[in-house]
């Protein structure tokens, strides 16, 4: 069973930055991807950005340019740092992770931006 804990996200302006932080534990295969997807009141959940271990990336034309996502396979974390914030990126962030054996969801973070 995989665990994956949040941390970072809050209040951010428009035009600022905010960076949220994920780490996995337990039954992590080797070849997996990691990534974010977001949560908006009354919308559906939506891919932002993943990563796989060996690198390639996927973002969602929304946040072209202005996130980056990252990782650390040691550490089996997974970083994104969100600049040029806009309120429309206010959400529920999660954490993901999947491989052959599934796949898992963090319990989310809330991103807020606004002036």
């Known amino acids: 069973q995989v665990q994956l804990v949040e941390s970072g996200g809050g209040l951010g302006q428009p035009g600022g930055s905010l960076r949220l932080s994920c780490a996995a534990s337990?039954?992590?295969?080797?070849?997996?991807?990691m990534g974010w997807y977001r949560q908006a009141p009354g919308q559906q959940r939506e891919l932002v950005a993943t990563m796989a271990r060996y690198g390639s990336t996927n973002y969602a034309d929304s946040v072209k340019g202005r996130f980056t996502i990252s990782r650390d396979n040691i550490k089996n974390t997974v970083t994104l740092q969100m600049s040029s914030l806009k309120p429309e990126d206010t959400a529920v962030y999660y954490c993901n992770l999947r491989s052959v054996a599934g796949e898992s969801w963090g319990q989310g973070t809330q991103v807020t931006v606004s002036s």
């Open positions: 337990g039954g992590i295969f080797g070849n997996n991807v």
